[in-house]
């Protein structure tokens, strides 16, 4: 996982892991995104939790959740237009975690063009820590804002601006089938039963 995964995802994980290989333990390893694809790569983990922006070859993946984008600092609770948060400089991360290739990315696709601080923040932390000493603004994902900070939803022609996780695996795995059992556990919105689910024959993603 990248340090942009949130604790409710990563607990769903585990308890899906739990179901569908009882009895084995269960790793987390925290890394930048190129590390963590090599490692893949080269069998040294079963699967990849990771923001859904498109890094990555010769695996297989499925969308697992996504959660809303707010902009910091905000002066009230209204959404704010993506366009409308240009006006002071964007802190961002390394790329490391997902965050900043997903920034560009939307304001990319969106014909906006931002002002990128000079500086690199190391973690979502920092990032508020920066924002609040007035060096700039920030987008996080809402689960990585603290909820004493003043944040707005952000929005694209009025349609709230979402990011996106998936679960990656290699196809010749050998524990292939258990990985989608748990990608199809984390993929379901209505949270059906782990049991039913792991009984069930492993979905073709």
């Known amino acids: 996982m990248t340090s942009l995964i949130n604790r409710d995802l990563i607990g769903r994980a585990f308890e899906a892991a739990n179901v569908i290989a009882p009895g084995h333990g269960v790793v987390l390893r925290a890394a930048g995104l190129t590390d963590l694809h090599l490692a893949l790569a080269d069998a040294e ?4 939790l990771i923001p859904a922006i498109g890094a990555g070859h010769d695996v297989e993946r499925a969308t697992v959740g996504q959660e809303p984008m707010a902009f ?64 700039g603004s920030a987008m996080l994902p809402r689960s990585k804002v603290d909820d004493q900070a003043r944040a707005r939803p952000v929005h694209v022609d009025d349609t ?5 996780y998936e679960v990656c695996w290699r196809a010749s795995s050998p524990v292939r089938a258990e990985v989608a059992h748990i990608a199809a556990i984390l993929a379901n919105p209505l949270h059906a039963s782990l049991e039913s689910i792991s009984r069930a024959t492993p979905p073709s993603w």
Request: with cysteine.
């Open 45 to 48: 983990l079963d699967l990849l």
């Open 72 to 135: 910091i600092p905000g002066t009230s609770a209204d959404p704010i237009e993506l366009r409308d948060t240009t006006d002071d400089p964007l802190i961002l991360p390394t790329d490391a975690c997902g965050l900043a290739p997903y920034t560009r990315r939307v304001f990319a696709e969106s014909n906006v063009t931002f002002v990128p601080y000079a500086g690199q923040a190391h973690d979502c932390r920092v990032i508020q820590d920066w924002v609040e000493l007035g060096l």
């Open 160 to 164: 709230p601006l979402t990011i996106g």
